[in-house]
């Protein structure tokens, strides 16, 4: 009986740790799968003076941050800044790209009133031209994330 008793408790250990696993596994697809719903990259830059890198697009913290590749090279132009269109083509034009002591403003938070971004473009205000854009395959809708 006591033989009978041990493997009743060793079967009970054994499902319990299955089931323990199986929760640590779907829980890990669960976070993952919504990080990954979170970032998004935009196609290559294409213009004249803004032609390499892509933009990546994630949530931190409830904020909405655009991010600079590292092949992305700044344009050599007196006052280049992140812009970005919407859906509707409406342009909001944002940060310089460069700041005091040549500081290099890799990454954006966007502000709470941009609704959504179709594309990202960079924007010389001093001769007011578009130097490069990139686009989102669609536009993201940013009050979802």
Known sequence: MADSNYAKHKTK?????????????????????????HTHTTSKFEGAKANKGTVTHTVQ?????????????????????????????????LNRLVIKGDKFNKSITLPDYIQDVAKVQIWCAWAEALLGEAKFEKPIDLAKN
Do not use: E
């Open 13 to 37: 250990k054994n499902m319990k740790s299955k089931l323990i696993c199986s929760f640590a596994a779907i829980s890990l697809i669960a976070v993952t799968s919504a990080w990954a719903d």
């Open 61 to 93: 913290s409830g904020k909405n941050i655009l991010t600079l590749s590292d092949d992305f090279k700044t344009p050599d132009t007196p006052a280049p800044h992140w812009q970005v269109v919407d859906s509707k083509g409406r342009t909001y034009l």
